[in-house]
């Protein structure tokens, strides 16, 4: 697991299992592209790195989870180096409590703050700033988080993040967290536009056929949605009875922080049904529900 794993001459990643990227400077300094989930990964990672001559010269973090950041603070401390991000990803990873508070919906209960959403708080600076060698490019991919981005090398390897799941992680899962499922839709819909590049997804294989996980990504999220308006004409319901619902539909097996997190990603597909009028609310006795909209 803790190995380099080689793609090109220049470009490298450790799948551990969240992958991270690798792209060689020169002979011996490297960019990373995120940081694993803590310290204790990125230790070992630079064990890696140092066993082949490798020094870290600076991170480029795709997004704030705490997976992709985690070793932001350990790597910075150790490698004396900086690590980039796009805007708000920057401060969500300096200012941690707010990605947990963000996804929990309020002050976050400390169960919820386990091995994920944990990340050390870390200065980490705006993207713009960062020295990123010629022929980098930086693709918006916006949906999973706010402000997501995805980097393609100067070798033409596209590192894309969380844009996707694989088969096997939407079978088991159903319910993926996403933050913006309109604006997710809308990323998908884009990605297809990659097909044939080899694109190197942070939680399933590298592959040259990103159309086919675009495809299911989006048939996922609109299976998600046709489910939630079919649940939602027998009665009207209010978010966790629908959240409740739905776990059932799907067979699906869940702790705090799963449920917490399956809670998130059907609030945001309620908002996305509700900003295209597909959905209605009402307050009854003090609790909030969500209806078909009149449309
Ligand atoms: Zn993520």
């Known amino acids: 697991m803790f190995e380099l794993i080689k793609i090109t001459d220049k470009t490298y990643y450790f799948d551990i299992p969240t992958k991270i990227g690798v792209y060689k ?24 790195l140092e066993d082949n001559g490798l020094e870290v010269a600076f991170i480029v973090n795709t997004h704030s989870h705490t997976d992709h950041a985690g070793g932001n603070r350990y790597l910075c401390e150790t490698a004396k180096c900086k690590a980039y ?26 169960d919820f703050r386990k091995k994920f959403m944990n990340t050390e708080s870390c200065k980490t600076y705006p993207l713009s700033e960062a020295p990123l ?36 992680a939407i079978d088991k899962a159903k319910i993926c967290y996403v933050y913006d499922i309109t604006t997710q839709l809308e990323t998908l819909e884009k990605l297809k536009e990659l097909d ?8 399933t294989d590298p592959t040259e056929n990103i159309a086919y996980l675009a495809k299911i990504n989006i048939e996922n999220l609109l299976e998600i949605r046709q ?7 027998e009665k009207p ?19 705090f922080m ?38």
Not at 196 to 203: D, E, N, R, S, T
Not at 241 to 247: D, H, I
Request: aromatic letters at 6%; a negative charge.
């Open 25 to 48: 400077l020169d002979d011996k300094k490297v960019m990373l592209i995120d940081s694993g989930l803590n310290a204790k990964t990125a230790d070992r990672v630079l064990k890696v």
């Open 85 to 110: 991000a796009p805007e708000v990803e920057d401060v969500l990873i300096e200012y941690s409590d707010v990605e947990a508070t963000l996804v929990y919906g309020g002050f976050p209960c400390r």
């Open 133 to 168: 060698p010629e022929g980098t490019e930086i693709l918006r991919l916006p949906g999973h988080t706010a402000h997501m981005i995805g980097v393609k090398t100067p070798d033409d390897v596209y590192f894309i993040a969380d844009v996707v799941n694989g088969k096997n």
């Open 196 to 203: 044939g590049k080899l694109c190197v997804p942070a939680h």
């Open 227 to 233: 489910r939630i308006l079919n649940t939602l004409k």
């Open 237 to 255: 319901m209010t978010t966790e009875e629908l959240t409740a619902s739905l776990c059932r539909q799907y067979g699906l097996k869940v702790d």
């Open 258 to 295: 799963i449920l917490v997190m399956i809670t998130s990603a059907i609030r945001s597909h309620l908002v996305s049904l509700r900003h295209s009028g597909k959905l209605d609310w009402f307050i009854e006795d003090y609790m909030h529900y969500w209806k078909i909209g009149e449309e």
